[in-house]
């Protein structure tokens, strides 16, 4: 928790005890059902917590946004967000059934009245429009850009962009070129000096 702390300052007491409670949900839920592995439940706010939290760093979402974390897995980035971004609407996604109860029972836990979940394939969300599309790891940028384009709303004011904002790590070099896109690439280990995001990015695709 310290590690969140050390970058973030300006939370509610509400916030501040969703953000405690993260780490107790999430150990009692690994139990029943694995989303996140053993090595990583120790380090659940370095390496889950403050990762996801780098999109708040980077970008600003506006009151009544509407955000889709794609492939949530266990709620990363999507439950982290909420919890910073209370007035911004998320809609968490996966096809795997048993990481949509993980999902539900941590937002239950947290009380938290902005996060829907949809156990579904994005290609099977239905003609809902979102203002970004967030995602940690879930397939290739090309991939990931032909499921999101489709979902976003389309801006009509620059000063609210719309778009794929998603986490990365390693060499993205040939990923980005045969995604046939141009992202803004976004060194994470320039917001967050821990080791642990040297060679990890945010990658966001303007609709």
């Given at each position: 928790m310290d590690i969140i702390l050390k970058y973030f300052s300006d939370f509610t007491p509400n916030q501040l005890d969703q953000f405690r409670k993260l780490e107790p949900l999430y150990k009692e839920w690994n139990e029943k059902i694995n989303v996140i592995s053993r090595k990583?439940?120790?380090?659940?706010?370095?390496?889950?917590?403050?990762?996801?939290?780098?999109?708040?760093?980077?970008?600003?979402?506006?009151?009544?946004?509407e955000i889709v974390d794609l492939g949530t897995g266990g709620g990363f980035p999507g439950?982290?967000?909420?919890?910073?971004?209370?007035?911004?609407?998320?809609?968490?996604?996966?096809?795997?059934?048993?990481?949509?109860?993980?999902?539900?029972g941590v937002a239950a836990g947290l009380d938290l009245k902005n996060v829907t979940s949809?156990?579904?394939?994005?290609?099977?969300?239905?003609?809902?429009?979102?203002?970004?599309v967030v995602s940690r790891a879930v397939a290739p940028l090309g991939e990931l850009w032909k499921w999101s384009r489709p979902i976003l709303k389309t801006s009509e004011n620059q000063d609210k962009?719309?778009?794929?904002?998603?986490l990365k790590g390693g060499d993205l070099a040939a990923e980005i070129s045969e995604s046939r896109v141009r992202p803004r690439v976004i060194e994470i280990?320039?917001?967050?000096?821990?080791?642990?995001?040297?060679?990890?990015?945010?990658?966001?695709?303007?609709?």
């Open positions: 990583d439940i120790d380090h659940l706010y370095e390496k889950h917590v403050l990762h996801s939290l780098s999109i708040a760093a980077a970008f600003e979402f506006h009151d009544g946004a439950i982290p967000l909420a919890i910073f971004f209370p007035n911004v609407r998320f809609h968490l996604v996966d096809s795997i059934a048993k990481k949509i109860k993980v999902v539900d949809q156990h579904s394939r994005i290609e099977n969300i239905g003609k809902r429009k979102f203002d970004f962009p719309t778009g794929l904002i998603c280990s320039e917001i967050f000096q821990e080791e642990y995001f040297m060679n990890k990015y945010l990658l966001f695709v303007p609709r």
